[in-house]
């Protein structure tokens, strides 16, 4: 089978990594990939959101099944015009994915079946958005309407903050995603992330994990794309899980159904946790990045599989075959990051780590010069372990990532703390 998969940060190296190891795999190509990447695949300049090249592509390399990493494509319909040529994706429709690519549409979902989620109001213009701000208080959460690359959330603990959110997004700080916004009110409790894969009828579960979103330790500093993730999260329990699928997911998906957008892919539903009660924050589209690479240290070759039959409409006869085991990763970011940062420093001692089952780096900003890897990126690479235990992943990626030469990078160092 030929495989194409759409992406080139940490979460497509890890699939791409699950991928490879599964023998239907006879050849694998990503797009636009990366240094990392190039190590296990073919690389291909291709611009993924264009789906008229994308169908050209495949269609000129044999491809059998594509992969649609991350949730850009996937907004601007790539998958639609993937399926129109016959081929096989795993990736929701563009109608699909908007329950990511817009959080006004989420909510008003939620709304129509009753879904538990945060009090909310959608504003379209910043001055009635103030209003709403000073009306209601602090804390509260701001929200880009659309696609922000993983920035457009503030969680503002004081007014202040919260309407100088408003005027950021208002101003253009997002470009178009910020045009509109989602205010909504402050949820307590502990968050994780629940992944479902859907094929528009059957909902299979496949793992739980939680993401650092602070920058430094002790969950301070500016919000990230994720700094660390690790899996299983032991606060998303059997129960609580269970409970989520008929209170949320479930009710999503038939929503979703009944409007003639079926939901086919992987579904991602971060969740607020609090007295054993589960409330939406939001859902995603796609893997989340770092969770995704930890999901993939767990889950293996048998990925493919699960994510064939997502494509293929045959949920209903899989399963996941669990190890009783942990992963755990660490990001690398630039020095500066989610603020500015320089590119182009050279990482040393890669070559001397572990790349096998129990341990592998996943690239993501990364890029080779001559015979240097180098520093492409604010999130650059994730340091990711497995063990029979969390304590056991989580030294074992902390001594690999104590072997890694990179003075203009740093990480967090108490990821996996709630667990641990």
Not at 127 to 142: E, K
């Amino acid at each position: 089978m030929n495989i194409l998969i759409l992406g080139g940060g940490g979460r497509e190296h890890a699939l791409a990594w699950a991928v490879k190891q599964n023998p239907k795999c006879d050849r694998l190509i990503v797009a636009p990939g990366n240094a990392g990447i190039a190590a296990i695949a073919e690389c291909a300049a291709l611009d993924i959101l264009d789906g008229d090249a994308v169908a050209v592509f495949a269609a000129a390399h044999a491809i059998d099944f594509v992969i649609i990493g991350p949730e850009a494509p996937l907004a601007a319909g790539v998958s639609d015009r993937l399926r129109m040529a016959g081929l096989s994706v795993f990736g929701p429709s563009q109608a699909a994915a908007r329950l990511e690519s817009s959080k006004a549409f989420t909510k008003a979902i939620c709304a129509a079946v009753d879904a538990p989620t945060a009090g909310y109001a959608h504003l379209t213009d910043a001055r009635a958005a103030h209003a709403h701000v000073t009306s209601q208080g602090a804390p509260i959460v701001i929200k880009a309407d659309g696609l922000a690359a993983g920035k457009g959330v503030v969680v503002a603990m004081t007014e202040a903050e919260a309407h100088a959110a408003i005027d950021d997004m208002f101003a253009g700080s997002l470009g178009v995603a910020g045009a509109e916004v989602v205010i909504e009110e402050f949820m307590e409790g502990e968050e994780a992330s629940f992944f479902l894969l859907v094929d528009g009828t059957t909902i299979l579960p496949i793992g739980t994990a939680q993401d650092h979103k602070r920058a430094f330790d002790g969950d301070t500093g500016p919000n990230t794309g994720g700094m660390g993730a690790y899996s299983p999260a032991p606060v998303l329990t059997p129960a609580i899980a269970e409970r989520a699928i008929a209170e949320i997911i479930a009710p999503t998906m038939a929503e979703m159904a009944r409007r003639g957008t079926p939901y086919q892919g992987v579904l991602f539903a971060g969740l607020m946790i609090r007295d054993g009660q589960a409330q939406l924050v939001e859902y995603n589209a796609r893997f989340g990045d770092p969770e995704c690479q930890v999901l993939m240290m767990r889950l293996g070759a048998q990925a493919l599989d699960l994510m064939l039959a997502c494509a293929q409409g045959r949920l209903d006869g899989a399963s996941v075959a669990w190890a009783d085991d942990h992963a755990l990763g660490v990001v690398l970011a630039a020095r500066g990051y989610p603020g500015a940062y320089a590119k182009g420093s050279t990482i040393r001692g890669l070559d001397a780590l572990p790349d096998s089952s129990t341990g592998m780096v996943f690239h993501a900003g990364t890029m080779r010069q001559s015979d240097r890897l180098q520093a492409n990126g604010g999130r650059v690479l994730c340091v990711t372990a497995r063990g029979a235990t969390l304590h056991e992943a989580h030294t074992r990626a902390y001594a690999m990532v104590d072997m890694i030469d990179w003075p203009e990078g740093f990480c967090r160092r108490d990821i996996g703390w709630r667990a641990l």
